[in-house]
């Protein structure tokens, strides 16, 4: 829950780092859980930013808002994020670890493929754009299950 500081022009709030997630654009987001009387609520929150550098998955972290600025928030100084305390459901970190990892895996692997892959004559470019639109049809069980047959098809020679 948010709470009015002495001076009353500041709301604090606490959120826990939930760890990077993958967006659909292919970005990286650090995105945030509210807390509310020292429970997670359902409401999460996502920056292209992180509130601040180095924290660690689980960690959480107070937040102050300008009274009436809800979409805002101080990001350095005095009023900026800090880490107070670290979420004690080690199940519960250790699952955010894994997303975490796994969604920036796929954000490395694709940053990588693209600068190899640079230079590149059109066709192949229109090929790949191609197997992107079907693929984006499908869900996250059926690309994985398609992904080495599209593979081994096309390591194995035209057909």
Do not use: C
Request: charged share 30%.
């Amino acid at each position: 829950m948010a709470t009015e500081t002495p001076d009353n022009d500041v709301t604090i709030e606490k959120v826990v780092y939930i760890g990077r997630r993958l967006t659909g654009d292919n970005r990286i987001a650090y995105w945030y859980q509210s807390l509310v009387d020292d429970e997670l609520t359902e409401k999460v929150i996502g920056s292209y930013k992180p509130y601040r550098a180095g924290l660690p998955v689980g960690g959480i972290v107070e937040i102050r808002r300008p009274n009436g600025a809800p979409d805002r928030l101080y990001t350095s100084g005095p009023r900026g994020p800090r880490l107070v305390a670290a979420w004690e459901d080690a199940s519960r970190v250790a699952e955010w670890r894994m997303q975490d990892l796994a969604d920036a895996q796929v954000v490395a692997l694709s940053k990588r493929a693209k600068k190899d892959l640079d230079g590149l004559p059109d066709e192949f470019e229109d090929a790949v754009n191609t197997l992107a639109r079907h693929f984006a049809r499908l869900n996250h069980s059926q690309r994985a299950a398609l992904l080495p047959v599209v593979q081994s098809r096309i390591l194995g020679g035209a057909r």
